[in-house]
């Protein structure tokens, strides 16, 4: 396969000038993140009209060419699941890339399942098959061999085609709006994820009181910054059920900490008195700035059973408007919904919004009312459930009663 391996800053400035004037950027990327605190880039695949390339972020000392040619307006940046290559981009540009297209998230607004894989859509769109065979590569070993870059550039090599053929699809249902909606909320989503603390998605922390998630904040910004600074995952600096627990104790003596199994590990000694002090700092807060506990649905078991039925309803209507279901929303997002159609909740979710309100929203709401009743009307076919007018199925019901016999 004929394509460019870019290995120093000149020839990727050189590369990036050659494409310039290219409509659509296909890219892809090959990462590790088991062992570092952000995702290492070990390679990037590029597609451009007729130009195919693998840069090596191993050799290549400044990327910044290619992630600001991607940033520039007035092209379309192409991808395949793309969260990660989102990232790479923005954290070095502090901007997004421009145009950004994901074939994935346009399988899942066409019908096709989401989320796919790349492999899943090529089989599926075009009738072809990928190698499998590097999917367990160790990206940061050099030199690559030559199976490994054509494994690598196959990630690209179809990207335009697939978005051809999602586009047409979706013009076809009229849901461009919907798509592009969707992928600028996407976007937001992933750099508010990025801006934010992310203590609150430490596990096990349901049920905690607000002084116990103060803890949890606290230990958290400290392991987040040991973390990024030795350059490791932060769940190897301090786990999360160690955090929880420390919470639950609300005690910032370090012989107490210490006590706790787990916390005694010789790597973590020298840091004890630092969770200490963090310990501390949380125990001292004004209850009025301690976090509140989120409301959680999950602890209404109404709202579960609901949650659970009317999903079963929104995945068939889903299927009936050819949308992933999926993509539309989650059993969680349901129960939100359901929260607050009943005004249990002023927080208005995602289900309430936007397109997926329009595809959803009258039928929850009708269910809910008791407008609507699901029914069983071919348990073979691929659309068993059907919707009924409560007013049509009484009416049903009552032509099937059996009429008394008048000659007994």
């Known amino acids: 396969m004929k394509h460019?391996?870019?290995s120093n800053t000149g020839e990727l400035e050189k590369f990036c000038e050659s494409i310039a004037d290219k409509q659509i950027v296909a890219f892809d990327t090959e990462f590790v993140s088991e062992?570092?605190?952000a995702p290492q880039l070990c390679l990037v695949q590029v597609a451009a009209g007729d130009h195919l390339a693998v840069i090596d972020p191993l050799a290549v000392d400044d990327l910044s060419p290619f992630w600001q040619l991607l940033t520039d307006g007035g092209r379309t940046t192409l991808v395949h699941a793309g969260r990660e290559?989102?990232?790479?981009?923005?954290?070095d540009t502090g901007k997004r890339p421009?145009?950004?297209?994901?074939v994935q998230i346009a399988a899942g607004m066409v019908g096709l399942e989401y989320p796919a894989a790349y492999g899943a859509l090529i089989s599926k769109l075009l009738d072809k098959t990928l190698p499998k065979g590097e999917t367990r590569t160790n990206w940061r070993r050099r030199p690559l061999s030559d199976r490994q870059i054509e494994y690598a550039l196959q990630d690209v090599l179809y990207l335009e085609k697939l978005r051809e053929l999602l586009l047409h699809r979706i013009d076809k249902l009229e849901r461009r709006s919907w798509y592009e909606c969707e992928l600028e909320d996407w976007q937001r989503d992933l750099e508010l994820f990025d801006d934010k603390e992310q203590w609150r998605r430490v596990s096990g922390i349901n049920g905690l009181s607000s002084r116990a998630l103060a803890i949890v904040r606290e230990v958290w910004r400290w392991r987040n910054a040991e973390?990024?600074?030795r350059d490791r995952p932060p769940k190897r600096v301090l786990r999360?059920?160690?955090i929880v627990e420390l919470a639950r104790r609300q005690s910032a003596e370090v012989k107490h900490i210490q006590s706790v199994r787990g916390l005694d590990h010789r790597h973590l000694k020298r840091s004890l008195p630092i969770i200490a002090e963090a310990v501390q700092r949380a125990l001292e807060l004004p209850s009025s700035e301690c976090p509140r506990p989120p409301a959680n649905s999950r602890n209404r078991p109404h709202l579960n059973l609901l949650g659970q039925f009317l999903n079963a309803g929104l995945a068939s209507v889903c299927r009936g408007a050819k949308i992933a279901p999926s993509i539309v929303g989650t059993v969680q997002d349901v129960r939100d919904l359901i929260a607050y159609r009943l005004k249990i909740s002023d927080k208005e979710p995602s289900l309430a919004r936007g397109w997926r309100a329009q595809v959803v929203g009258p039928v929850i709401d009708d269910l809910l009312a008791g407008r609507l009743a699901i029914g069983v009307t071919d348990p073979l076919s691929d659309q068993p459930l059907s919707f009924v007018k409560t007013a049509q199925l009484d009416q049903n019901i009552a032509d099937r009663k059996p009429t008394s016999d008048s000659g007994k």
């Open 4 to 6: 460019q391996y870019i």
């Open 35 to 37: 062992d570092t605190y």
């Open 85 to 91: 290559e989102f990232r790479f981009c923005r954290r």
């Open 98 to 102: 421009s145009g950004w297209f994901d």
């Open 227 to 229: 973390a990024r600074e």
């Open 240 to 242: 999360d059920d160690l």
